[in-house]
Each structure stands twice: as structure tokens, then as C-alpha cells.
């Protein structure tokens, strides 16, 4: 396994994903039940944007750093997203951009309550360790060096028996993990049909993100939306040209909460008022 989310900490990609978590997350605190958080590709937890991986691709300053100056209008759920990256950089200035981004576990660990759980697990030795440091202490969080596909049967579901599955595979090599995350949500609906699942994808083409949604939207996995923010036309010859998240048993009313948070983000990270987001129903097949 080569990949490492260094290079890519703080892109255009992970705010989308980590605005949309965020919204899950509040919205599953709206009830008093405590939840449960599987989160099973975590990463290390907090990325140094000055260290050598983040400064070579330099994603950052597409992403975080784009929407920082703008902080101040964003709304509410990205404003709250934004609070906890400013958080993991305490002590830091202001008015200077972040030099250390959140990653996933990090934001779903100040995001729980007293009785809320997370586990997390992070295949990759490197990873793991630096994860394990990262959320030392932090109440009700477990860490698992485990792979992904194992632990969602092994660990769900949660003993909260409500709660979160956030699957965010590297995708590489695409075609093969794009069958594992197929299996994998197959397993989710088995062992744990009521939870909400959210699963990071790449674009990079309309005609690939299409045929991965056919196959998603086949799986027939009950309500599903799906959030797309895009930050090029889908087909430009680039690495990325967007992202998306599918969200399956959406919390209630999610759609209405998550519009202007997509068109605001949009509107601060698209290139020359290029690209699109989008919020819509995945229709089963
Ligand atoms: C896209 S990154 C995760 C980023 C993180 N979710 C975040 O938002 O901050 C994917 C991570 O999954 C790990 N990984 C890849 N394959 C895995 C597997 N089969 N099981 C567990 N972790 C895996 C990689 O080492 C990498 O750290």
C-alpha cells in the first residue's frame, strides 16, 4: 500500500467530506441517544501542511487555505468545521492559515458526546502509530490497527446500535477497490441496515462517477443522496476533478442543511466559476 493522505491532507476533497461528516455528526447529536462511529480507513489523524508530502503537491492551498480568508460568512455546519480545524491548530494566529490539518477521526472525536464511541482503524504500521498518538486520551475513542473490509463485519454494529460507517478508501487501484466497496456496503446493510453510511469517491470522469453510481444505486441500499462538489468540468484531464459523498439513511431534513453549505463551498473552491455541485437522491435501479 503506497498511498499516503499527506500529500492530499486539506485538499478541495476533504473539506467536502469533512463538511459533510460534520453535518452527520450534529445531526446524529440532535437526539440524546449516544451513537456509535466506525471510521474505517482513519488515516493518521493530523496532517502537517508544512511537512515535505503536503508542500510537494501543495493541495492545501486549493482547499483549506482558499476558504480561509472567507471564514468569517461561511454557514453554520461548514463555519463548525472550520472552528474545529482552527482548534486543532490552538495556539496558533488567527489570520494565518492552518498548518495542521484535522483528518477524519480527529474532527469525529471532538464531535462526540459523553457516551458517544468511535473506532478507528488504520491499516498502514506509519499510520496507525501516528494515529494512535494523535487521539490519545480522547474519551470514548478506540484505535485498531485492522484491515477495513474486515472490521466493518467484525465491529459493527455498534453497541450504541445507532451511529456512522465512514468508509474512505485511496481507490487505488480503482476498478479493485471500487468492488471491495461494493462488498463492503453489502456487509454494512447486513449487519447494521439502520445506520447512516457515508462513502468518499473520487471524480475523475462523468462516465466512470456514473457507472460507479449505477452500481451503487443497484445495490438497492434503501434512502440514499448523494453530494457532489466539483471544482473543474468533470472532464478535464486532471487527477481529480471532484468528489463525492454517498450518504445512505440520510438524516432527516439533511438535504436542506446541506444545500447552502454546497453551494457556499462551491462558490469558494470552483476554478473560474467552473465545475458544479450537486445534491440529489440516488434512485434505485
Ligand atoms: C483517504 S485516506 C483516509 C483519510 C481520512 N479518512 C481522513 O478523512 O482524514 C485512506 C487511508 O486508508 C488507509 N487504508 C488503505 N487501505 C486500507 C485497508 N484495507 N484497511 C484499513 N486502512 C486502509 C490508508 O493507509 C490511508 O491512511
Not at 11 to 32: G, I, M, Q, S, Y
Amino acid at each position: 500500500m503506497n498511498y499516503r493522505h499527506a500529500y492530499h491532507a486539506g485538499n478541495f476533497a476533504d473539506v467536502l467530506k469533512h463538511v459533510v461528516l460534520t453535518a452527520l455528526l450534529e445531526r446524529l447529536a440532535d437526539k440524546p441517544k449516544p451513537f456509535g462511529v466506525l471510521d474505517v480507513h482513519a488515516g493518521r489523524g493530523s496532517y502537517d501542511l508544512d511537512g515535505a508530502e503536503a508542500q510537494r503537491t501543495g493541495e492545501q492551498a486549493s482547499g483549506i487555505a482558499r476558504l480561509w480568508p472567507a471564514r468569517a460568512e461561511a454557514p453554520p455546519l461548514t463555519r463548525r468545521y472550520l472552528e474545529l480545524v482552527r482548534a486543532a491548530n490552538a495556539g496558533g494566529d488567527d489570520d494565518t492559515p492552518p498548518h495542521l490539518y484535522p483528518g477524519s477521526p480527529w474532527l469525529i472525536s471532538r464531535l462526540l458526546r459523553e457516551g458517544d464511541s468511535l473506532q478507528a482503524c488504520e491499516l498502514e504500521p506509519g499510520e496507525h502509530t501516528a494515529l494512535s498518538a494523535a487521539l490519545r486520551r480522547q474519551r470514548g475513542v478506540a484505535v485498531h490497527r485492522r484491515d477495513a473490509w474486515e472490521a466493518l463485519g467484525a465491529l459493527l454494529p455498534p453497541r450504541e446500535k445507532r451511529g456512522l460507517v465512514l468508509i474512505d478508501p485511496p481507490y487505488e487501484p480503482p476498478a479493485a477497490e471500487q468492488d471491495r466497496v461494493i462488498a463492503g456496503l453489502r456487509e454494512v446493510r447486513r449487519r447494521f441496515a439502520g445506520g447512516v453510511v457515508a462513502l468518499w469517491y473520487p471524480i475523475k470522469d462523468a462516465a466512470g462517477s456514473r457507472s460507479f453510481l449505477r452500481r451503487l444505486a443497484a445495490l438497492d441500499l434503501g434512502e440514499a443522496l448523494v453530494a457532489e462538489l466539483c471544482v473543474w468540468p468533470d472532464d478535464t484531464r486532471l487527477r481529480m476533478n471532484g468528489s463525492g459523498m454517498l450518504i445512505v439513511n440520510p438524516p432527516w431534513q439533511i438535504e436542506r442543511a446541506l444545500e447552502p453549505e454546497l453551494a457556499w463551498l462551491w462558490q469558494h473552491l470552483a476554478n473560474d466559476g467552473l465545475g458544479r455541485y450537486t445534491l440529489r437522491r440516488l434512485q434505485p435501479r
